[in-house]
């Protein structure tokens, strides 16, 4: 569970929320020098209790939901990466043109991207896959 305040208000079901602190990074030796975050991370969430910009509130996330999206962005570019260099290895011995290896391996890795960006555009319209604000945080 995250805490977080309410920065903006996008329709009456969803909310842009500014995370105060991850949890992760409450226990970690490098917060104080972590370049990754900035100051802070913001998001989208649904706000089922009706907060208000400026309230601060607590956020519940889907952990399994979590895992699905870090093998989405992470794993699955690495998987076409792959793929593309057996093909282009295919192709370069089937047409005996050598710079088909590395041609097709790059298009197959840049048509992941392609790829990720279209199922997140699907994935954007699902609410399963946004955190859940779900009370008011105590100061």
Do not use: R
């Amino acid at each position: 569970m995250e805490t977080g305040i309410i920065t903006q208000l996008l329709n009456e079901k969803l909310a842009k929320v500014k995370i105060l602190e991850a949890e992760a990074c409450s226990t970690c030796k490098n917060k104080s020098s972590c370049s990754l975050l900035g100051d802070s991370i913001e998001l989208i969430a649904i706000n089922k209790i009706n907060a208000k910009p400026g309230n601060k509130i607590l956020l519940e996330f889907n952990e399994n939901k979590k895992i699905y999206l870090s093998a989405l962005f992470f794993i699955l570019p690495i998987i076409f990466l792959i793929g593309g260099y057996f093909v282009g290895e295919y192709f370069k011995e089937l047409y005996n043109k050598h710079w088909l290896l590395p041609v097709i391996t790059l298009v197959s890795f840049l048509l992941s991207f392609v790829f990720v960006k279209i199922i997140s555009k699907i994935h954007e319209k699902n609410d399963k896959f946004y955190p859940v604000i779900i009370d008011f945080a105590k100061d």
